[in-house]
């Protein structure tokens, strides 16, 4: 069953850089807690309307979005850090969002937003999504079901903060 508005996000790991350049291991709560963040999911990094109109949409609308109160923009999918690093240093993301690596699907499935994409060759992935989270509870949750980037595009993130 997937996750709903007032659910509480489960607790997992996830891989970010560190400052060093080092991966590091982060917690959902270290990433929540006590913080009003904007949180989207892509398919995966360089894909498409990923790479060409949902990262870069949060990207453009960043100052707006930390305007609208949000204490961090973060971006979840289920590549590897690396992946992620090198995408958010390409498209300008790096130092505005939050990369937030889900390699093995983990978040992905705890929330029940995982889509299996075997058939493209693609594996587990996550499916695309935003959702406003403060201090750790879902208070909106924006589901694409067709392969758009619409209910969770930056704008509608704008718009329902």
């Known amino acids: 069953m997937a996750i709903k ?5 489960p607790e997992t790991t996830f891989r970010t850089m560190g400052e060093d ?9 270290e990433v929540f807690g006590g913080k009003k963040v904007a949180l989207f999911a892509v398919p995966g990094a360089y894909t498409p309307t990923c790479h ?16 609208k109160g949000f204490d961090l923009i973060a971006c979840t999918s289920t590549n590897d850090i690396f992946v992620l690093t090198s995408w958010a240093k ?4 790096a130092g505005k969002i939050l990369m937030l690596a889900d390699g093995s699907a983990e978040f992905a499935k705890k929330i ?5 994409l ?6 587990v992935r996550s499916k695309r999504y935003s959702m406003i989270v403060e201090d750790g509870v879902v208070k909106s949750l924006n589901v694409e079901e067709a392969p758009v980037h619409d209910k969770s595009s930056a704008a509608t993130m704008c718009s329902l903060a």
Not at 54 to 66: A, F
């Open 52 to 67: 060409k109109q949902h990262l870069p949409g949060y990207v453009q609308n960043y100052e707006q979005l930390k305007a």
């Open 112 to 116: 029940g937003l995982d889509v299996d």
């Open 5 to 9: 508005v007032g659910d509480r996000l």
């Open 21 to 29: 350049g080092v991966p590091k291991e982060t917690k959902t709560d």
């Open 90 to 93: 390409e498209s300008g993301a």
């Open 118 to 123: 075997f058939a493209r060759g693609m594996g």
